[in-house]
C-alpha cells in the first residue's frame, strides 16, 4: 500500500549522566549528553480507517494496551477529530530495561509516523510534550538531535558529540529504572557542571547502584576497560565502549562473543542527527 510507513526507533546512549537534585515528586534532576545509535528497532505503519489501533507483534511481558507504542498511538487518536486508525508491526532488536531507550524511541517514532499519516500536524514542541507524558526519554527522540539534557532530561540543547564507533554489550540481565533510581545508595548530589565540561569526559552516578545489584555488569564494564574508556548507559543494563575505528569496534566484539557467549554484543556508530528524523526528510 502506497501510504505505509517504515520508519527506524534507534538507540541511545548516555555518553554521561549526573544527578545533581531530587524533585519533590520523586523524579530525579539530571545532567547528560544523549546521543543516538545507527541500530535500533523498525516500526511498520499501516493507517486503517475504522478507528482501530493494534500492534501486530507481541513483546515479552508487556500487555498489548500497556505497550508504549500503543499508548503513544492512543494519545494521538485522542486529539483527532477523524477517526484513524492503524495496524503496526514492530521489529525488536534492542533489550528492555537495557538503558537503550528502546521504549522511548518505539514511542516517540509511532507520535512522529501518526501525526504524519493521519495528517494532524500537532508540530514538534507538542509532540514532545505528549511524550514527556509517556517517558522521560521521549523528547530527545521527538527532537532528533544529540543533546546536552537538563531537568528529567526534556531540557535539550544540541551537543557537539564526537561520532565513534561503539562496542554495545547487553549482559543478559535488566534493571529497572524505577528501582534504581529508589535505591537508598544513589547519588544524588553531583555538582552541576557546563556543558563543555561534560563534553571533555563525564561518569555515569547510576553506575555503582547498577554493578551490586547486577554484578555481570561490573564485570563487563571492566572487560571494556582494557579497551577504552566503558561505562553503563542510563540505567542500565548496556554497556559501551566508544572507539576510533569500526574495525577495531569489531575485532573487540569477536573477542567479547568468544570469551562471554552469554551476552549480547553489537558494535555500532554514533550519530548527532537521529535515523528517524534522517528517514522522515
Ligand atoms: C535515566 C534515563 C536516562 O536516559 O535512563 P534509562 O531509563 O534510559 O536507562 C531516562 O531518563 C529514564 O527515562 P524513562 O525510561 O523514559 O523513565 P520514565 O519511564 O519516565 O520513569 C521511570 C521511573 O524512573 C524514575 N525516574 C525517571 C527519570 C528521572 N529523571 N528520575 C526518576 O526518578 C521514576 O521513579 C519513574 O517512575
Ligand atoms: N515498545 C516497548 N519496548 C520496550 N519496552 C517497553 C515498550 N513498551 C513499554 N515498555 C516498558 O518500558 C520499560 C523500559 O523499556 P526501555 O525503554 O526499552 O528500556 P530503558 O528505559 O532501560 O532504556 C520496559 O521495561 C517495558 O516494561
Not at 499508548?71 to 487518536?77: D, H, Y
Request: hydrophobic share 40%; charged share 20%; aromatic share 6%.
Amino acid at each position: 500500500m502506497n501510504n505505509a510507513l517504515i520508519l527506524p526507533a534507534p538507540a541511545k546512549l548516555n555518553r554521561m549522566l549526573h544527578i545533581t537534585g531530587r524533585r519533590a515528586d520523586g523524579y530525579h534532576e539530571l545532567q547528560t549528553l544523549f546521543q543516538f545509535l545507527e541500530y535500533g528497532d523498525t516500526l511498520h505503519f499501516l493507517p486503517r480507517s475504522d478507528g482501530q489501533t493494534r500492534l501486530h507483534t507481541e513483546v515479552a511481558g508487556i500487555g498489548h494496551d500497556d505497550n508504549l507504542i500503543v499508548r503513544a498511538a492512543r494519545r494521538l487518536q485522542s486529539l483527532s477529530e477523524r477517526s484513524c486508525g492503524v495496524d503496526i508491526t514492530l521489529e525488536k532488536r534492542l533489550p528492555q530495561g537495557g538503558g537503550l531507550g528502546g521504549g522511548s524511541s518505539d514511542a516517540a517514532t509511532t507520535l512522529l509516523a501518526l501525526d504524519r499519516l493521519w495528517h494532524l500536524d500537532l508540530g514538534e514542541d507538542r509532540l514532545a510534550a505528549i511524550g514527556l507524558e509517556l517517558g522521560a526519554d521521549v523528547p530527545v527522540f521527538i527532537r532528533g538531535f544529540a543533546a546536552w539534557g537538563e531537568g528529567i532530561g526534556e531540557r535539550l540543547q544540541p551537543a557537539p558529540l564526537d561520532r565513534p564507533w561503539f562496542v554495545v554489550i547487553h549482559p543478559g540481565v535488566s534493571v529497572s529504572t524505577g528501582a534504581l533510581f529508589n535505591h537508598p545508595e544513589l547519588t544524588r548530589q553531583t555538582p552541576s557542571i557546563s556543558m563543555a565540561r561534560a563534553l571533555q569526559g563525564g561518569h555515569n552516578d547510576c553506575e555503582q547502584v547498577a554493578r551490586s545489584l547486577q554484578p555481570c555488569i561490573g564485570e563487563a564494564i571492566d572487560w571494556l576497560k582494557h579497551f577504552g574508556s566503558a561505562m553503563m548507559t542510563g540505567t542500565g543494563s548496556c554497556v559501551f565502549c566508544p572507539l576510533s575505528d569500526r574495525e577495531k569496534a569489531l575485532r573487540i566484539m569477536q573477542a567479547t562473543d568468544r570469551k562471554y557467549p552469554q551476552w549480547q554484543t553489537f558494535v555500532a556508530q554514533g550519530c548527532n542527527i537521529s535515523p528517524l528524523h534522517a528517514a522522515l526528510k
